[in-house]
């Protein structure tokens, strides 16, 4: 919550779920997340720059991780965000932005 906002539009919020562990090779995680960013909630520079058109705030939407520990020290992970404006400026398509995310973690 920003205190300081005059305009309303002061909260984000990140809620999530997760179950299982990658502490072993062959183990899987699964997790979902929610996550709400408006407009005057926090400083748009610090927001994830993966979620949304480019990060920032003014957006809402689910997120879903998948990760599988291919190795000992390797993990694979798919990511993905499915993002749209919580308040929509005249002019802009409210579509929903897909994005898929693959990394994979190597820990020495």
Same mark, same amino acid.
């Given at each position: 919550?920003?205190?300081?906002?005059?305009?309303?539009?002061?909260?984000?919020?990140?809620?999530?779920?997760?179950?299982?562990?990658?502490?072993?090779?062959?183990?899987?995680? #699964?997790? %979902?997340?929610?996550?709400? =960013?408006?407009?005057?909630?926090?400083?748009?520079?610090?927001?994830? +720059?993966?979620?949304? &058109?480019?990060?920032?705030?003014?957006?809402?939407?689910?997120?879903?991780?998948?990760?599988?520990?291919?190795?000992?020290?390797?993990? #694979?992970? %798919?990511?993905?965000?499915? =993002?749209?404006?919580?308040?929509?400026?005249?002019?802009?398509?409210? +579509?929903?932005?897909? &994005?898929?995310?693959?990394?994979?973690?190597?820990?020495?």
């Amino acid at each position: 919550h920003n205190f300081q906002s005059k305009f309303g539009d002061d909260n984000a919020y990140l809620v999530g779920v997760g179950l299982g562990q990658t502490r072993n090779q062959g183990d899987w995680a #699964l997790s %979902a997340l929610w996550t709400r =960013v408006e407009t005057d909630s926090v400083l748009s520079m610090f927001t994830l +720059s993966d979620y949304g &058109r480019r990060g920032g705030t003014n957006v809402q939407g689910p997120i879903a991780k998948i990760d599988y520990m291919l190795l000992p020290r390797l993990t #694979l992970t %798919a990511k993905g965000y499915f =993002v749209s404006l919580i308040d929509r400026p005249t002019g802009v398509p409210n +579509s929903v932005v897909n &994005r898929v995310q693959f990394d994979a973690l190597f820990a020495f």
